[in-house]
């Protein structure tokens, strides 16, 4: 794994940055599969990655704040 840094407007990264913590998501990891998403030749692995996300996105969450408040 690299350490890189990017030039990116504050606004942005704490529009993304904030969702991704809501989502319970890694926002480096995010990242690295948008950039795969646009590397990637094979449109398979694109569509497969936009079904998963989409998944993720439609599931069925509960926040808690305790594994206490579930039992």
Sequence with gaps: MVVKSFN?????YKKFS???K???LSM???VEFFMRSF???DEKVRENYLQ???K???G????VKSLDDLL
């Design 8 to 12: 990116i407007e504050e606004h942005v």
């Design 18 to 20: 904030d969702f991704c």
């Design 22 to 24: 809501g989502q319970g």
């Design 28 to 30: 480096s990891k995010q």
């Design 39 to 41: 590397i990637e030749s």
């Design 52 to 54: 998963k996300l989409e």
């Design 56 to 58: 993720i996105r439609g």
């Design 60 to 63: 069925k969450f509960v926040r």
